[in-house]
């Protein structure tokens, strides 16, 4: 669900602000995929958003083991959300995070608000 390669998946999380990640235009249904190395315990994610082009729902869900095993620990709230001029933020705290740590982790996209996507950290 990806636009092209210039503003591909890799872009929302690269840790540049000039780069983000777009899914194709008139596309509800996007995953976003973060696999690691190794084990890694997350407490907090931030989603960083361009104010019109972000999801009006989604869910995170995590995977202990990377495989097709996935557990959703969040739903959006768009009430809860930190609204700027030119972007949205949601602060996710997650709760329920095993002990062990997760190997992935992925934003499950299901309604935009306008033509596409626009995530710039995750």
């Known amino acids: 669900c990806c636009f ?28 976003v995929s ?23 729902a989604c869910t995170i869900e995590i995977s202990e083991q990377g495989d097709d095993r996935w557990v959703k620990v969040w739903d959006n709230n768009p009430s809860e959300r930190d609204q700027k001029a030119n972007y949205v933020v949601d602060v996710v705290k997650i709760a329920n995070m095993p002990t062990t740590g997760v190997m992935a982790i992925r934003l499950v996209c299901t309604e935009r608000m306008f033509g596409s996507y626009r995530l710039y950290a995750f």
Do not use: M
Not at 4 to 29: I, L, M, Y
Not at 34 to 56: G, H
């Open 4 to 31: 092209n390669a210039k503003h591909s998946a890799s872009h929302c999380n690269d840790g540049s602000k000039h780069t983000f990640w777009r899914s194709k235009e008139g596309v509800d249904d996007c995953t």
């Open 34 to 56: 973060l696999e690691f190395p190794f084990k890694v315990y997350i407490s907090t994610i931030q989603l960083k958003w361009f104010s019109f082009f972000c999801a009006k």
